[in-house]
Every structure is written in C-alpha cells, then in structure tokens.
C-alpha cells in the first residue's frame, strides 16, 4: 500500500487532534532520517502509523492482544494505553499492509523504548516526542539535541518521561528504564574509546 492510501486510511480512522499529531511526527521522522541517513520512506510510514491504534478503546486492544497470543505483564494489565505500540504493529501489517519488519519494531516500541534500539526505533521514538505539535516545557531542548546527539537527546527525553510518569504517580514501564541504561552505557562506551 502507498503512503497516500495509508494517510488516508489512517484519516479515518482517528481523531482529527490524533491525525495531526501522526502527520507531524511523520515529518519529523522524516527529518531526522534525512540527517541521520537513514531510510526515509520508513520513517515516513512508521512515523504515519505510530498511533494507528490509539484510539481503540482498552477492551479492543485487549482483544487484539488475546487474538495475537501478546500475554500482558501485570503493568500493562493495569496500563493497557501501553499497549498501543504493540498493537499498532499488528494493525500497521494486517490493515495497512506494511512488513517491514524495522518499521514495525518502531510503532511496536515507539511508546516505551527497549534495550539496544536501532536507529530507525531511536528516530520514531524521538519524532512523536518532539513533533511540532508537542509543546512540553523541555522539548525545544530535546528537538536542538536530535540533531546533534540522538542519543543524548533519547537520553533526556527519556528522563522527562518518567520524571513526568512519576509525578503522575504512574507505573513506569521496564522497557522503558532497560533502554535507558542500555542508551548510557552506550554513551558511556563510547566515551571510553
């Protein structure tokens, strides 16, 4: 499927606020794919379909999740908004056609981050976090910073998120602190060569 027939779909499918939000970080994903060198037309379309399925309510993502044979932890159970990622990458395949297997990493974990993520998981991650539409108080920092250091820029971000998490006395999802530390010894790796 093209992208203009995706964009299209995916029009119907969400809200109006929610559409906006997936085109600008498809344009953002495309941006930083551009300066990091990396395929393009996937982060377009991972960028597009990132939240394909948000606005399924709790019990359709929990039916996709016991259709798909996803067994959910206790926190996703109590958090099941998390789940958006992982269903997303089911329904960017099934309806929308796509098998990239990058891309669809990149919607799967788009919301909470995993250990040793590629590049294109990385660009996804930080384009729904610093599209244009986002306007939190650190994100002109974060958007300065993925241009000159992914990493530190998922670093902080990253740190935003779960200081934001805890203040809201949320549950923070493991993936999310194993991608964290897997980014600064990263970081810290790299440093020491």
Known sequence: ???????????QALKPGRYIHSVNTMKAAVSLAEHYGEDVEAAAVAGLLHDCAKNLRDDETLEYCRT???E???LEKRQVFLMHGEVGAILACEKYEVNDEIVLNAIRYHTTGYPDMNMMDKIIFLADYIEPGR?????DNVRKLA???INRALISSFDNIIKYVIH???LIHPNTIKARNSILMMISDNNQN
């Open 68 to 70: 798909h044979g996803i």
């Open 168 to 170: 809201q006395r949320g």
């Open 135 to 139: 306007t939190h108080s650190e994100v």
């Open 72 to 74: 959910l932890s206790e």
């Open 1 to 11: 499927m093209k992208l203009d027939q995706m964009d299209l779909l995916l029009k």
């Open 147 to 149: 241009y000159e250091d």
